[in-house]
């Protein structure tokens, strides 16, 4: 059987299984139409109904199943809602226990989250440092840069650079592919 | 949680992984068809299970039932009895945790649910030159490990999920 124990492990090694078979616009359409549309039916009936409730609801919930101990702050913020992870639990996992199966495990959360919060006419602005830390803000698609919030990821974006982090950003975009990363 | 290939900081799993299992299983099919998700789960077995199936060849039976209840002590809501015997661990599934969380939150079961249980253990079970069957299914099996050659999985022995 498949568990839930060690699922980041074997979600992990059905990427590389998936690109290594189909290639990486398929590993995508794994993300959009089986874990966004699929899986996390329960997140998006959540989130485009309720904006930024639903998504305080949604994480609320599921952080506090993957992540009892913490590491991590999930919070509305007015119009927007802002996720820091300080020990993210899957990429802790594969840290943990030293696994690195497909290329870049972390790109998996905005192939479902960014169709997702698509729908639900938000832009997502989000950053990672393949290190279990990472900032997400989401913000009604019309909204512009909030003066107090790009200092917040500002700050954090530099904290891993000086400590030799990759860092892949997700600026206003909602797919996989449009990131860009710097070292 | 020795016998487990990998550990996590928390003694159960999340159970809304269960969703993406069952959605990955959905996507395999249609993707690959009923081949390829075949094939995928025996590779899983094969390469992702390798430190399980070494345990396995080198510890025999007592290795199978000793990973197989610190596996279902990790999952959440499972009811199993593990029994072992000296050339044939049997393992009574009377609740099956991911089919009854799916259940529980309205999901829709694929109907290849319980064929993952065979393909995948199947492959782990050759890798540690042993043999395995499923029997029963959609919510509630049993599942046998012996020796090699022992046990031949009989057709029609595991049931859709309806």
Known sequence: ?183 | MKHLPYQDSKPQGAADFYFAINATFRFMVQRFGHDGFVRWLREMGRDYFATVNRQWRDGGLPAVAAYWREFFDAEPGADVDVHEEPALVTIRVHRCPAIAHLRGAGRTVAKEFCEHCYFLNQSRAEESLLSMTVEGGNGACVHRYAPRGVLVQGAGKIREVV
Not at chain 1, 2 to 22: M, P, R, S, V
Request: aromatic residues 12%; charged residues 25%; hydrophobic residues 35%.
């Open chain 1, 1 to 183: 059987m498949l568990g839930c124990y060690d699922f980041c492990g074997h979600y992990d090694w059905t990427f590389q299984w998936i690109e290594k078979n189909a290639g990486k616009v398929a590993l995508h359409e794994y993300w959009e139409q089986s874990i966004s549309n699929d899986s996390q039916a329960h997140a998006a009936a959540l989130i485009v109904k309720g904006g930024v409730s639903g998504m305080a609801d949604y994480w609320g919930h599921t952080l506090s199943e993957e992540a009892p101990g913490g590491g991590f702050s999930a919070r509305i913020d007015g119009d927007r809602f802002l996720v820091e992870m300080t020990d993210c639990p899957s990429r802790g996992f594969l840290l943990r226990n030293k696994i690195e199966f497909s290329g870049d495990y972390c790109d998996h959360c905005i192939g479902w989250i960014g169709p997702l919060m698509r729908r639900a006419g938000f832009s997502i602005h989000h950053a990672h440092n393949h290190q279990g830390q990472c900032y997400w803000e989401f913000r009604p698609a019309a909204d512009g840069n909030r003066s107090d919030l790009e200092e917040w990821k500002a700050t954090l974006e530099k904290a891993w650079a000086e400590r030799g982090n990759k860092i892949d950003i997700f600026s206003g975009v909602s797919a996989v592919s449009q990131k860009e990363s710097k070292k």
